[in-house]
């Protein structure tokens, strides 16, 4: 069995930045989706409701799998 080496803590610290800015932005901009969707009336139609559903599994990504992600990663 090969040894693996465990990652450069600089490499480490960068990708978690990196998954905590990305994860902010997808709960903004998706919550933007979503309050664009509930103020404006002429928005509900039936595709818009798709991509409101969309937007509200990627506010669950960003906010839930994201942080598990890289609590599991930092180990």
């Known amino acids: 069995m090969a ?3 465990p990652p450069q ?3 480490l610290y960068t990708s ?3 998954y905590f ?3 902010i932005f997808a709960i903004f901009g998706n ?5 664009a ?3 404006n009336k002429r928005l509900r139609i039936l595709t818009n409701y798709y991509v ?3 937007a509200v599994s990627d506010i669950l990504v960003g906010s839930i799998n994201i942080p ?3 609590y599991i990663k930092k180990e």
């Open 9 to 11: 803590d600089a490499s």
């Open 31 to 35: 919550g933007l989706v979503c309050a």
């Open 21 to 23: 800015v990305i994860a």
């Open 16 to 18: 978690l930045v990196f």
């Open 68 to 70: 598990l992600w890289m």
């Open 52 to 54: 409101v559903s969309l």
């Open 3 to 5: 040894c693996v080496d």
């Open 37 to 39: 969707f509930a103020t």
